[in-house]
């Protein structure tokens, strides 16, 4: 549920123009990746999987990536390397292809 409840903050953080915000932006991103890793391990090492697990979690996982995806497509952020344009846009069509997947499978 907390990886839920961070995916607001972390979409919104890099829209402001303090590198400290978009800092913690990314370090909350992952932060959030590495619970992800943890909370599975544990989960399953430990035998405490649970029907609301199965449900949150990948539900957790899409709405974290489909955010940081659609954050990093759009054009009017905020650059990280203004220099070097290849890093600082994701192309539409792969944020289109990547969210059509996940409400695929």
Do not use: Q
């Amino acid at each position: 549920m907390g990886r839920i409840a961070l995916t607001p903050l972390i979409a919104w953080l890099p829209f402001t123009t303090s590198w400290t915000a978009r800092l913690i932006a990314f370090l909350l991103f992952l932060i959030a990746a590495v619970t992800d890793y943890w909370d599975g391990h544990l989960a399953r090492s430990r035998n405490l999987v649970t029907d609301l697990g199965r449900l949150l979690d990948p539900l957790a996982d899409k709405l974290l990536l489909t955010a940081a995806f659609i954050m990093l497509a759009l054009p009017d952020r905020p650059k990280a390397f203004p220099e070097l344009e290849l890093l600082n846009h994701v192309p539409i069509y792969l944020v289109i292809i990547t969210i059509s997947r996940d409400l695929f499978i």
